[in-house]
């Protein structure tokens, strides 16, 4: 079993829709969650991090994080085409040096 | 312009024969690592290093060496490289390597095709 849940998809949304990427893990001494977006041809970038349980919120972007049931989710509120890539979700523990990543969800939104 | 850069960006080589994919970073960071990307696997750590001399193994390290005599630096080497080493490659850097809000910048990506 991956330690790391992630499905590859793909997803495909109208523009302005509310987008749901979901990760689920099985360690549970991950403490630090992360999110990073990857288009086409280029390297991952960090778009979000939390710490332990609770919700954060950036802009159209909302990650959420519940520890009980080892799961994380990042929510895009409308959508653009413009977020159209890859979603990747990260975990880390407390000191660790390791991060472990998702399989990455593929995004389209459509115009 | 705070980067990390990673040469070549694309390499095709044959079985057996020894490459060095270089990485570089001009933000001074402490931390260096490499990863693979593999579709459906994402991004696997191979190795990491917390700084100069000091490196250890990530999750897939067999095949692969590194080394970090310099802190901007960070090559990683295919002795004999084999086919199930294609894949995509990118290095990655981070301040210290420990706190979670750091940013972590990873490269460009080098694609390598092992025929």
């Known amino acids: 079993q991956k330690e790391v849940e992630q499905d590859p998809g793909p997803l495909s949304v109208p523009e302005g829709a509310i987008v749901s990427l979901n990760c689920t893990y099985s360690?549970?001494?991950?403490?630090?969650f992360m999110w990073y977006r990857q288009y086409s041809r280029k390297g991952p970038e960090l778009l979000m991090y939390?710490?332990?349980?609770g919700n954060k919120e950036d802009g159209r972007f909302t990650a959420q994080v519940d520890k009980s049931s080892k799961y994380i989710s990042l929510f895009i509120r409308d959508s653009q085409p413009s977020d159209s890539a890859t979603y990747l979700c990260?975990?880390?523990?407390?000191?660790?040096?390791?991060?472990?990543f998702g399989a990455g969800t593929r995004l389209f939104v459509k115009a | 312009e705070a980067q990390v850069t990673q040469n070549p960006r694309y390499l095709i080589t044959v079985t057996g024969k020894k490459l060095t994919v270089t990485c570089s970073q001009n933000m001074n960071h402490e931390y260096m690592s490499w990863y693979r990307q593999d579709p459906g696997l994402g991004l696997r750590q191979i190795y990491y290093?917390?700084?100069?001399?000091?490196?250890d193994k990530g999750d897939v390290p067999e095949g692969y060496k590194v080394s970090r005599k310099e802190k901007r630096n960070f090559p990683l080497i295919l002795e004999s490289p084999s086919p199930n080493q294609t894949s995509l490659y990118f290095c990655a850097s981070n301040p210290s390597g420990t706190g979670y809000q750091e940013t972590q910048y990873f490269g460009p990506g080098t694609r390598l095709l092992v025929l």
């Open positions: 990260a975990m880390r523990t407390t000191g660790g040096f390791k991060t472990i």
């Open positions: 939390t710490y332990s349980s």
């Open positions: 360690n549970s001494a991950f403490q630090y």
């Open positions: 290093s917390m700084n100069v001399e000091v490196t």
